[in-house]
């Protein structure tokens, strides 16, 4: 089992350029939702989805979008980088049906992230 | 504004040692709270937490909840090496929104 996969581990970008994030789970889960992690920030949670079909915004949503066609993959799109995306990004999944027993998040290796 | 609180920032202790981490909370709609590990990637799951008063145990973690207080603490006895790391803590609120808080990193000196 991969678990939660996140591509690329490292990247660098310049100011107004765009990218996505990858994010795939082989879990079966339907929540997927995208963190970022600044040092003395903790965890943020920018966006999440509960199924294919359904987003919605987490803490700090501004600058990112989503979209969740497959049960599988939740992207996370940059349209136009700012050096305040600098960050480390980490994508995380669970079961949402069977969350009162097993509230567990499944994280990703996480992306880092450089806007220059 | 919801927010999860934990203290202290850092920690250093001898192999052996017994250490507490405190989580405090203050988040609408509480559903659970959870104890994470993240040593040089991504965090791993130590604890799920619902109820108020029931410890939850892992060999040598433990970690218990105060709803009435709004706090939780994790305590790691006889410290190894291998403990060093930082221990988040998350609370979930209804609506899917989990909150961080910014960790505690703990080392343990041989």
């Known amino acids: 089992n991969a678990g939660v996969t996140q591509t690329p581990k490292f990247q660098v970008l310049k100011t107004g350029q765009s990218m996505t994030l990858q994010c795939a789970q082989d879990m079966n889960h339907e929540y997927m939702s995208w963190y970022r992690q600044d040092p003395g920030m903790g965890l943020r949670l920018i966006h999440y989805?509960?199924?294919?079909?359904?987003?919605d915004q987490g803490e700090v949503p501004n600058g990112y979008n989503v979209s969740r066609s497959t049960t599988e993959d939740f992207p996370l799109r940059l349209l136009s980088a700012a050096p305040s995306q600098t960050s480390v990004y980490f994508c995380?999944?669970?079961?949402?049906?069977?969350?009162?027993?097993?509230?567990?998040?499944?994280f990703g290796e996480g992306s880092r992230l450089t806007v220059l | 504004e919801d927010k999860v609180v934990q203290s202290p920032l850092s920690l250093v202790v001898h192999e052996g040692d017994t250490v507490t981490l405190n989580c405090s909370y203050e988040?609408?709609?509480?559903?659970?709270l959870l104890w994470y590990k993240q040593e040089k990637k991504a965090p791993t799951f130590l604890f799920m937490l619902t109820s108020s008063g029931i410890e939850k145990k892992s060999g040598r973690l433990s970690s218990i909840l105060d709803k009435k207080e709004l706090f939780s603490i994790l305590n790691i006895t006889a410290t190894q090496t291998g403990d060093s790391a930082i221990y988040l803590c998350?609370?979930?609120?209804?609506?899917?929104?989990?909150?961080f808080g910014t960790g505690t990193s703990l080392t343990v000196i041989p």
């Open positions: 998350a609370v979930e609120a209804f609506q899917n929104q989990f909150y």
């Open positions: 989805s509960v199924g294919a079909g359904i987003t």
């Open positions: 995380a999944s669970r079961t949402h049906r069977d969350r009162e027993k097993t509230g567990e998040l499944f």
């Open positions: 988040v609408t709609n509480f559903r659970s």
